[in-house]
């Protein structure tokens, strides 16, 4: 990290903000030994607000609390989290839609995180254009890791063309970098601005995740995933919070 980057707490970011929409941050913890993924979301419209977090085998899913109350869910249900493995490669893809699927097959493929996105773009949600975030998390077979950030967003008001922006990360202890999809609420949304936010990464997850689901917007937070990768044993330490199902958490 460059000593000159100003490292931020993540919680008190979200408590000044009452509408980030998607937020994904990926680090390390301080000792180096872990790597962390967080990802939330929250939403203004009752379709948006009729969705929960679902873990299954190792991937996470959006699912609607209510099935009789989804309106569309061509933008609302996708899987925020997926596991790719591959000789040599440990890999975890969190993004804020089914690109997640799109860097999936492609990695299956024997392609990039870079050549996934390029065929894709942001939302088709006129008038906001939602920016599409993406994450990805690699550990090599020596536990050497890196993670990469990326945005999708519309060059202007009309959304008549999509700019691509790729952040290449080291790691570097107990710091970590976190984008969201908007840069506060409005009408229509405006979409985040400016690089990924230089974060620091605590050692104690179970707080981390807590103190972010405390300073997430009361009215607007919906779910909340927090994921602890080991970096030599891969093994996975995981914070789930449904504001419809307050609490749900499990360790593997």
């Known amino acids: 990290m460059n ?17 980030p929409g998607r937020g994904l941050a990926i680090g390390y913890t301080p000792d180096g030994k872990h790597a962390v993924i967080a990802y939330f979301i929250m939403g203004r419209s009752a379709n948006s607000r009729n969705r ?28 925020p ?8 490669c440990y890999s975890l893809i969190a993004t804020n839609g089914d690109q997640t699927d799109t860097v999936y097959d492609a990695l299956a493929q024997g392609r ?26 690699q550990v090599a077979g020596s536990g050497e890791s890196d993670y990469r950030l990326s945005i999708l967003k519309s060059v202007d008001a009309e959304g008549s063309a999509c700019s ?12 970590g970098h976190f984008i969201s999809t908007y840069v506060t609420d409005g009408d229509p949304l405006p979409s985040f601005e400016g ?28 779910s909340l995933y927090v994921r602890t990768l080991n970096l030599e044993t891969k ?18």
Do not use: M
């Open 112 to 137: 990039t995180f870079e050549q996934a996105l390029a065929t894709r773009c942001f939302e088709p949600d006129a008038p906001n254009y939602t920016p599409r975030i993406s994450g990805l998390l």
């Open 235 to 252: 093994e996975t330490q995981n914070v789930l919070i449904n504001r419809h199902r307050r609490d749900e958490r499990d360790a593997t």
């Open 195 to 222: 690089e990924p936010v230089a974060i620091a990464i605590p050692d104690d997850i179970d707080a981390f995740a807590e103190e972010l689901w405390e300073h997430l917007n009361a009215g607007n937070k919906i």
């Open 81 to 88: 989290l997926r596991v790719h493995e591959a000789p040599g």
């Open 3 to 19: 000593p000159t980057t100003h490292i931020q707490s993540l919680p008190q970011l979200l408590a000044a903000n009452p509408y």
């Open 52 to 79: 929960l977090f679902e873990e299954v085998d190792g991937d996470l899913y959006t699912r609607a609390f209510d099935e009789s109350k989804v309106e569309d869910p061509s933008l609302i249900i996708y899987a």
């Open 164 to 175: 691509r922006t790729l952040y290449h990360y080291p790691a570097q202890p107990g710091t």
